[in-house]
């Protein structure tokens, strides 16, 4: 949890201030704004798939934008104009991760001893199979 704060609220807010304190970046500070979405996300408390890629897509695009402000040299107009593609962009890479972890579970998604391997839950009592002595045991290892 402390490393999930650290990530996801600290991290972007971090990344804003190094980016706005920067001589040309300043002037495009606006541009960092795209960083609150992490820290906004986090203190909604929201579990979906969908939020959990777009913390995680903002974060990444964070560190990336401050390491290439202090790398590369580029003017407040070239900043201002990279907005709307990085809407895009990002918007795309979270669906695009959504996307992917939904089919990785939906095929993947085979138990062990009872155990869903990818979501830690436990099969239904209805998920069981009925044995030679008419009593119930889990049907992981059940022959049929």
């Known amino acids: 949890n402390i ?3 650290v990530l996801e609220v600290f991290v972007p807010l971090f990344c804003m201030a190094f ?3 920067h001589p040309i970046a300043k002037g495009a500070w606006f541009y960092s704004l795209y960083w609150l ?3 906004v996300l986090y203190f909604i408390n929201s579990k979906s798939t ?4 777009m913390r995680s897509t903002f974060v990444a695009h964070a560190i990336g934008s401050v390491l290439w402000c202090y790398a590369i040299p580029m003017t407040s107009v070239q900043w201002i104009s990279l907005i709307p593609f990085v809407a895009v962009e990002r918007f795309v890479f979270a ?3 959504t996307f992917l972890i939904c089919l990785k579970n939906r095929i993947l998604g085979y138990t062990f001893l009872g155990r869903n391997v ?3 839950t436990l099969k239904k009592e209805s998920d069981a199979a009925p044995c030679s002595n008419n009593e119930w045991q889990s049907s992981v290892g059940a022959r049929k």
């Open 19 to 21: 980016f706005v304190f």
């Open 118 to 120: 990818f979501t830690s």
């Open 37 to 39: 979405f992490p820290p």
């Open 50 to 53: 969908f939020s959990y890629a």
């Open 3 to 5: 490393l999930s704060f």
């Open 95 to 97: 669906g695009s991760q």
